[in-house]
Structure formats: structure tokens, C-alpha cells
């Protein structure tokens, strides 16, 4: 039981380059984000996804987008990738509905855009 | 809108002792979780703890326990016996229990320091 999986753990990009980054879980849950770490703003909600194929924009969304392939995976892609999106990111999971309300996380990306 | 803040960017203790970090949060919820997660350098988000709004009682889970004041809308961490591997970034959480998405806002967050 892996829990909640991210990949690459670092990345160094130039401005206008693209990547995606990869979530996975194994913990059946329905309900997945991405957020984005940056120092004394602690953890900011990028987008989320309530269950397969359905996504929704949190507090900080443009400049990213998300796919919701199946249960398990919840993708962040960057189409051109700026300065400004230099960050740590997070992929978490939570079964919403259920009375624990706990989101779980993944061990993190270190992206570096120059 | 909710908002969770932490005042304090950093407290340091001395192994053995005890901190409290502070929490506040705004919200027009009646029912709700708080949490407390832990980052060590790791980067791994680590929960700490957690708190149902509709309880009385504080939550504690061994040397890590919380002051939960509804009224005043207010959720410190005391961390007993401080260790050196308490050292981390502590963040405070919110979570509505109407939001379906389960959706959370964190705070800045607090650095803890553990000098031996």
C-alpha cells in the first residue's frame, strides 16, 4: 500500500517549456488535489477533482491545467512553464464523504522554472 | 471565505520542554475539522492531529495536544517533551464538513526549532 505516489520529485524546466506531473493512489478515494507549497504562504489549492472525470478550479488555477484519467490518477500540466511556478507542488486524496475528513499526501515535487 | 492564520513564522524550544503554536480561523461554519500537519525536511505532509469542531473535548495524541476554543475560533498545538525530531513546519488546517470536495485551507504555517 503505497499511499499517495508523485513523479519526478525534482524538475528543472526553462520558461515556455512543458511538463506534467503525475499523482497516483491506491487508497480508493474519490476526491484528489493539487496544491502548491511556496514559503509563508503555506499550501495553496491549484485544482481538485470530486471523482473520476469531473475537475474544478481552487484558489491559484491559471497558467495550469489538470486530467482526471481514472480513480487512481490526477495529472498537473504545465503548458509554459513560467518563473512564477517555481514551487513545491502536492498531490493529496481524501475520501471526502467519509466522518475522518483526513487528506492524504504525496511526498512532493521541487520545481524549478529558470 | 475562510481563513486559517498562524502568527508565528518560528518558535524554538529546548529538548525536553513544551511549545504551543497558535491558530486562528474564520468562518461562518458551524461544523468543521481542524488538523495539524507536520513537514519535516523530509517535505513529507505528516498529520499530526486532528479535531472535530462538534467535540468538547481537546484532542491528544501522545505528546501532542490541542486547546480547541470554538468560541473564540481558536486551535493551538502543544508539543510536550519536545524532541529533536519534532523539528518541521507545522501547518494548521481547515475543513468545512458541508464542503463535498472536502476541500482544506492552510495557514502559513510555523517553523519549529529544537535545540539540544
Not at chain 1, 513523479?7 to 517549456?17: A, D, S, Y
Not at chain 1, 504545465?78 to 502536492?90: C, G, I, K, N
Not at chain 2, 458551524?30 to 469542531?53: G, N, T
Amino acid at each position: 500500500n503505497a499511499g499517495v505516489t508523485q513523479t519526478p520529485k525534482f524538475q528543472v524546466l526553462k520558461t515556455g517549456q512543458s511538463m506534467t506531473l503525475q499523482c497516483a493512489q491506491d487508497m480508493n478515494h474519490n476526491s484528489m488535489y493539487w496544491y502548491r507549497q511556496d514559503p509563508g504562504m503555506g499550501l495553496r489549492l491549484i485544482y481538485y477533482s470530486a471523482s473520476e472525470g469531473t475537475t474544478d478550479k481552487g484558489e491559484v488555477p491559471n497558467g495550469y491545467n489538470v486530467s482526471r484519467l481514472n480513480k487512481r490518477e490526477f495529472s498537473l500540466r504545465l503548458e509554459s512553464a513560467a518563473p512564477s511556478q517555481t514551487s513545491v507542488y502536492f498531490c493529496a486524496s481524501s475520501e471526502a464523504r467519509d466522518q475522518e475528513g483526513v487528506q492524504y499526501f504525496g511526498p512532493g515535487t521541487r520545481l524549478t522554472v529558470t | 471565505a475562510q481563513t486559517v492564520t498562524q502568527s508565528q513564522p518560528e518558535m524554538s524550544v529546548q529538548e525536553a520542554e513544551t511549545v504551543t503554536l497558535s491558530c486562528t480561523y474564520d468562518t461562518s461554519e458551524s461544523d468543521y475539522y481542524l488538523f495539524w500537519y507536520k513537514q519535516p525536511p523530509s517535505r513529507q505532509m505528516i498529520l499530526v492531529i486532528r479535531q472535530e469542531a462538534y467535540k468538547q473535548q481537546n484532542a491528544t495524541e501522545n505528546r501532542f495536544s490541542v486547546n480547541f476554543q470554538k468560541a473564540a475560533k481558536s486551535f493551538s498545538l502543544k508539543i510536550s517533551d519536545s524532541q529533536l525530531g519534532d523539528a518541521a513546519m507545522y501547518f494548521c488546517a481547515y475543513r468545512a464538513i458541508t464542503d463535498s470536495w472536502g476541500k482544506f485551507q492552510f495557514g502559513a504555517g510555523t517553523q519549529v526549532v529544537v535545540t539540544p
